[in-house]
């Protein structure tokens, strides 16, 4: 519904200096979680209509960083802006992917009735769903390949199944932000074939993606923009010129351990301004 | 009917309705054992209550009963959020430390000056026949309020009890939506423990639940199904605590429900035990079967001879099976005159390698898709 309004991706430059406000916009952003910290002093601004990959080791705070453009995690200290405004006011800007463990699957509904739920933004309160919000989600389930599916228990799924299940909820708050954790974890190869191909036609559509990413092996063949995080910002930017060798080694290859013990240390000493 | 059976009677199907109708919200959330410490932590709200007004009125010793669920969920709230304290600690803390303080509080009621006609003894297992009409009218209104608020709603309870952390990025108040669950949850409680009583309350939120779900897979069907197991369960367990004698009303209502629950565990399709058993013996019996007729056939087909007996020995051989394992599913196959059987032999008759060689037939044909079609390697047994 706010789609009609971006403008078409040409090249990369004409996105960043031409699209005006980043899709998504960290600033000194800390998250800690009982006194420990998850992230730490991030900035960094995301252009618009991107694919973009969150890559890092367990533990990084990439999941928390997408929780917290969601307002789901409190920040320490610093802000993040969607679209140069607090989420609060960008609520339907933005579609979810949560990760697929996140909900109990033998809850007693259907496929069509879960992807209904990412029109409730759009329903309101109190409201029931009308013949046509039942045609978008399909419409949606359809863009997943599922609609066969549509009547399908959710407890006779299987993981890809339940992963485009929750891809298509997400189209169905038609947003022009997308933020998705983990969506290619421990699917089928069909699945992931998928998925890819969706991401594809957003883009194309001008949609911003920012996806949590295990699987390095295939970020450069997925997504042409990268921020890599272990807990601080180590690196951000398109895949070709920041996904390398050194930026990758410093992400995990500076022996996670060490760097989580030091940073430890730092915290619960209060010293002076870590690094 | 007496007055008193005909409030009984109103009181149980009421609270039936009404507790498994939330209930249900609590079994899909886990939060069974939430609806235990709530109806157990109400118990110092009664006693304090009655030693602070002096009354018997129902109305005061149930607000103290609210006052006392809300602390007591609240509590483990807090506890949950800001100790390290897992949920089901939690709640096993309160549920004990309110229950006890309740039984301290009760002991000393009983031992005040015409304590013993206190009566507060019944909100322990609850006494139904103990209701009037006043009480019943506090039911109505308090049930009434919770049905209508959780069909106003269900949309939204439907999307925090399946997926929180989405209903919050939808910008839903899922936290307050949360705690209004929880006050509903209460709220039925306290209408439910002069009838059965902080002790056993537990069952009428989730037994019912429990049963519905094994019925169904659409929310808005198992919420209205737990409703009407319910009622079902207080009306039956009414009756039968007032025609038999000096049966416990609550306890009955328990059981009647338990009995639903049972039957539906066993004998639900697609989810009951019994299907589900039924089903893979079917299937394995079946797979055996064809194993055992396709394993003769081309036993006979290799020796040349097709109606030739075949020792059991050199049969069980081929797929590792013990000798028992495998009369089990010979004795069918001679029932349906599949197989012969001789002395410690078999052969086919004519039915039996007619349909030998179709279930071959099928076999190979499959063989050949696979293994053209999706490059699969042969079974070993075909090559």
């Known amino acids: ?275 | 009917m007496t007055y008193t059976l005909q409030n009984v009677l109103l009181g149980s199907i009421m609270l039936g309705v009404s507790g498994g109708v939330l209930g249900s919200f609590a079994f899909l959330r886990r939060q069974s054992l939430l609806g235990d410490a709530l109806a157990h932590a109400a118990l110092p709200g009664v006693c304090i209550a009655y030693i602070l007004t002096g009354t018997k009125a129902p109305l005061p010793l149930l607000l103290g009963a609210l006052a006392a669920g809300v602390t007591g969920s609240l509590f483990i709230l807090f506890v949950v959020r800001w100790t390290k304290i897992k949920e089901d600690a939690a709640i096993g803390i309160v549920l004990s430390v309110f229950f006890g303080l309740g039984i301290v509080l009760l002991t000393r009621i009983q031992k005040m000056t015409g304590g013993n006609q206190s009566g507060l003894d019944k909100y322990l297992f609850g006494q139904a026949a103990t209701l009037v009409e006043e009480d019943l009218k506090l039911m109505a209104i308090l049930g009434a309020v919770a049905l209508i608020i959780v069909a106003a709603g269900f949309k939204e309870f439907k999307l925090i009890s399946f997926d929180p952390g989405f209903g919050q990025s939808l910008g839903y108040p899922v936290r307050r939506l949360e705690i209004l669950l929880t006050c509903l949850l209460v709220i039925i409680v306290v209408v439910g423990l002069q009838t059965v009583g902080v002790v056993l309350m537990v069952a009428t939120l989730i037994t019912p639940a429990a049963a519905a779900r094994q019925w169904t897979e659409r929310l808005s069907i198992m919420v209205i199904l737990a409703g009407a197991i319910g009622g079902l369960s207080g009306a039956v367990g009414a009756v039968a605590s007032a025609t038999a004698e000096r049966l416990p009303t609550g306890p009955m209502i328990v059981l009647v429900s338990s009995a639903v629950l049972v039957v539906s565990l066993l004998f639900a399709p697609e989810r009951g035990l019994l299907w589900a058993r039924l089903r893979d013996h079917k299937v394995r019996d079946r797979i055996r079967r064809e194993n055992l007729l396709k394993d003769m056939f081309l036993m006979a087909e290799r020796s040349g001879e097709t109606g030739a007996f075949v020792s059991s020995p050199s049969l069980m051989g081929l797929r590792g099976r013990g000798h028992r394992d495998m009369i089990e599913n010979v004795r069918p196959l001679v029932r349906d005159g599949l197989i012969e059987r001789g002395t410690d032999e078999f052969r086919l008759t004519e039915s039996g390698l007619a349909e030998a060689e179709r279930v071959v037939r099928n076999h190979r044909l499959w063989e050949v898709y696979l293994s053209s079609n999706l490059a699969l390697p042969l079974d070993h047994r075909a090559q």
Not at chain 1, 19 to 42: C, F, K, M, N
Not at chain 1, 69 to 97: C, D, E, H, M, N
Not at chain 1, 141 to 153: F, P
Not at chain 1, 195 to 205: D, F, K, P, V, Y
Request: hydrophobic fraction near 40%.
């Open chain 1, 1 to 275: 519904m706010n789609g009609s309004s971006v403008t078409e991706p040409v090249g990369a430059e004409s996105i960043y200096t031409h699209a005006g406000e980043p899709a998504l916009e960290v600033h000194d952003l800390t998250v800690a979680y009982r006194s420990q910290p998850v992230l730490w002093d991030i900035d960094v601004a995301l252009p618009e209509g991107r694919l973009i990959a969150i890559v890092g080791p367990n533990g990084a705070g990439k999941s928390t960083l997408l929780k917290a453009a969601l307002g789901l995690v409190k920040p320490t200290t610093g802000w993040i802006k969607v679209f140069g405004a607090p989420y609060t006011q960008r609520r339907s800007w933005v579609g979810y992917v949560p990760q697929r463990e996140s909900v109990d699957w033998d809850f007693p509904t259907s496929v069509i009735d879960v992807v209904c739920m990412g029109l409730y933004g759009r329903v309101g309160w109190l409201r029931r769903l009308s013949r046509e919000h039942r045609e978008i989600a399909r419409a949606c389930l359809d863009k997943v390949n599922m609609a066969h599916l549509a009547h399908r228990q959710i407890s006779q799924l299987s993981g890809g199944q339940q992963q485009r299940v929750f891809l298509a909820r997400a189209l169905a708050e038609d947003a022009r932000l997308y933020l998705m954790d983990e969506p290619f974890a421990g699917v089928d190869a069909a699945t992931e074939h998928a998925i890819l191909m969706l991401l594809q036609e957003l883009r194309g559509r001008g949609r911003t993606v920012v996806a949590v990413h295990h699987d390095l092996q295939t970020v450069s063949d997925y997504f042409d923009y990268v921020v890599l995080l272990n807990m601080r910002l180590i690196a951000a930017g398109p895949v070709s010129t920041t996904f390398t060798q050194e930026n990758l080694h410093k992400t995990y290859g500076g022996r996670l351990t060490v760097l989580s013990k030091a940073a430890d240390a730092l915290f619960t000493q209060k010293e002076t301004e870590p690094e």
